[in-house]
């Protein structure tokens, strides 16, 4: 049973394009995370969420949007693809009160051209 | 602002080596650490966690010790193998930090046989 999954595993699209990534955790956990691993390898935090509270990296675009359907769920909307947006999303998810135990999905592949 | 280092970037050492994975960070107010391994294709896995009142924690061929003082982290691989070949990520927790984990950029590792 995968614990934190994503759909699509690879997607390639054209600039300009708006794109959604999905992604479900069976773990019954309240936070879910967004990462961006750029091709220098570099993992950052684009976003975290629980139904109580959103919190932004400053950094991050609003072309970029999380949208929660329910608990299990935190999916990722980018309007506006950019050629720099090509790197490695990765969700995560953890329980409440540790939110330092997250547990990671196997990442998104997303290439614009 | 917390900024995570690793050192070296790459590695490769032949099988049966003990090997060191050095990590530093520049806010030593830090509630944990935590070393993840990254295998291509695939997500994060949490490999030792060591809160910030801890020194060390071991797993297997496995040692992480920590110096939050001199804001240093090291994980220590035993003799190793060719199926440690892998990305190894250090992290830190900060309570501050909206609940992201501020993560290194890695060291690949290479194990030959």
């Known amino acids: 049973d995968t614990a934190v999954s994503q759909t699509p595993k690879y997607l390639v699209t054209q600039m300009g394009n708006d794109k959604s990534i999905k992604c479900e955790q069976n773990l019954g956990h309240d936070t879910m995370y967004w990462y961006k691993q750029d091709s220098k390898k570099f993992l950052k935090i684009m976003f975290s969420y629980n139904n109580k509270e959103l919190i932004i990296n400053e950094t991050v675009p609003n072309r970029f949007s999380p949208k929660s359907p329910d608990k299990a769920h935190l999916n990722l909307h980018i309007n506006s693809l950019e050629l720099g947006d090509s790197a490695v999303y990765f969700c995560?998810?953890?329980?409440?009160?540790?939110?330092?135990?997250?547990?990671f999905g196997p990442g998104t592949r997303l290439l614009v051209l | 602002k917390q900024e995570v280092t690793q050192i070296p970037a790459a590695l490769s050492v032949p099988e049966g080596e003990n090997l060191v994975l050095n990590c530093s960070f520049t806010?030593?107010?830090?509630?944990?650490l935590q070393w993840f391994r990254q295998d291509p294709g695939k997500g994060l896995t949490s490999l030792l966690l060591i809160q910030s009142s801890q020194r060390e924690q071991t797993s297997g061929r496995l040692n992480a010790s920590l110096d939050k003082s001199s804001g240093r982290s090291t994980l220590y691989i035993a003799a190793s193998q060719p199926g440690d070949s892998a990305t190894y990520l250090c992290?830190?927790?900060?309570?501050?930090?909206?609940?992201?984990?501020?993560f290194g950029k890695g060291t690949s590792l290479l194990v030959t046989p």
């Open positions: 992290a830190v927790f900060n309570s501050n930090s909206g609940y992201a984990l501020n």
């Open positions: 995560a998810s953890s329980p409440s009160g540790t939110p330092e135990t997250q547990y």
């Open positions: 806010d030593s107010a830090i509630y944990n």
